[in-house]
């Protein structure tokens, strides 16, 4: 096993009248575990067409109903970018300009009218993406030649 | 305007050969603009001992009426509870879509579109209580 953490700071001096500080740290571990890590990651950056429509992370056998955490970043610098994200055609919401998100990531392989692939429609202009999947296992296409 | 930061650091020492370590930290501003969000509901916690649909931020009503589509916002949701046998976990959904699987001690940080029939809702995978920490930060 691995030991993989997540920690999350968010601060503000001056959003609220007194100061805001919040921090959380969790472990990455597999279904059905209380201690036992995942060991599988994919990590990436791209280059993605404006107004493509893409799955980002696509469905796999294995991936489904297990412990998957997803981190997305847009790495575009003029504020105006943004990227569309989405499962089953559902906006989870727009990642802006430097903008990351970080989450679980139930795939659910009920149907083709369920795809829960995560999606990404880059807006504005082409979009530079960093994207990471912490898994328990993925099913690779088999080999047609 | 304010200046509100997140900050993610991931890290492992063993998932690979090498370290992996990612840190990024963004700065919650309004939609295409440097101007930082100014409003938030807040750290809330919300209680649930059912195993039933629960929601968490209903758009279009109360202190979430000013998240829509075309607007910048972002929700912090934490699951507090513990692992239990590493089968206890809240789903977190966008009503009827599933996002993924809150386990014990697990947080998520996502933009939200909010809007019509986005609200964001919670299922326990057992009856024992559960209890989720959360906020919006929003324009």
């Known amino acids: ?145 | 305007m304010a200046t509100t930061t997140a900050t993610l650091t991931l890290s492992s020492a063993d998932i690979a050969d090498n370290n992996i370590s990612i840190s990024n930290t963004m700065t919650f501003y309004t939609a295409g603009t440097n101007t930082g969000i100014t409003e938030t509901t807040g750290l809330a916690r919300k209680k649930t001992v059912t195993g039933t649909n629960t929601t968490l931020l209903a758009t279009g009503s109360g202190i979430a009426a000013d998240v829509t589509a075309d607007r910048s916002a972002k929700v912090y949701i934490k699951n507090i509870n513990d692992r239990g046998d590493g089968r206890k976990f809240v789903t977190i959904l966008l009503q009827t879509v599933e996002i993924g699987r809150l386990y014990g001690g697990d947080w998520m940080l996502i933009p939200w579109s909010g809007g019509s029939s986005n609200d964001i809702e919670f299922t326990a995978s057992d009856t024992t209580e559960t209890t989720l920490e959360y906020t919006c930060f929003y324009e």
């Not at chain 1, 997540?6 to 007194?18: H, K, P, V």
């Not at chain 1, 906006?91 to 989450?103: E, N, P, Q, S, T």
Request: charged share 20%; glycine share 4%.
């Open chain 1, 1 to 145: 096993m691995a030991t993989t953490t997540a920690t999350i700071t968010l601060s503000s001096a001056d959003l609220l009248s007194d100061n805001l500080s919040l921090s959380s740290t969790m472990n990455l571990y597999k279904d059905g575990t209380t201690a036992t890590g995942l060991e599988q990651l994919n990590y990436h950056r791209a280059i993605l067409a404006e107004d493509g429509d893409f799955d980002l992370i696509a469905e796999s056998a294995l991936l489904s109903d297990k412990a998957n955490y997803v981190y997305i970043c847009n790495k575009n610098t003029d504020v105006s970018h943004y990227c569309i994200i989405s499962i089953n055609s559902k906006v989870i919401g727009r990642l802006y300009a430097g903008d990351w998100l970080f989450m679980p990531w139930d795939c659910d392989e009920t149907g083709a009218t369920a795809d829960s692939s995560v999606e990404i429609i880059p807006k504005e202009a082409d979009a530079t993406v960093e994207y990471a999947l912490f898994h328990s296992g993925e099913t690779l296409p088999t080999s047609s030649d």
